[in-house]
């Protein structure tokens, strides 16, 4: 797990690859808290597609706004 910055926020951030029955999966989970709330944020594609979209779902992290 490494720290990660949200937004201004403290945070921190997994990457890892799993098989859930035939197929494999690489995930990343973003995790931040606010007073005492913690969010995860999640991204999940096949390892073969996974870099496609991963700049819309850092995009989508950096914007995240805990109101």
Not at 25 to 48: C, D, H, M, W
């Amino acid at each position: 797990m490494d720290a990660k910055t949200v937004n201004g926020m403290n945070g921190y951030e997994i990457v890892y690859t799993f098989s859930q029955g035939t197929m494999d999966v690489k995930k990343k989970q973003v995790l931040t808290e606010k007073n005492r709330i913690g969010f995860t944020l999640t991204y999940a594609a096949s390892p073969e597609t996974y870099e496609t979209y991963i700049s819309a779902f850092e995009q989508s992290v950096n914007s995240f706004t805990i109101v």
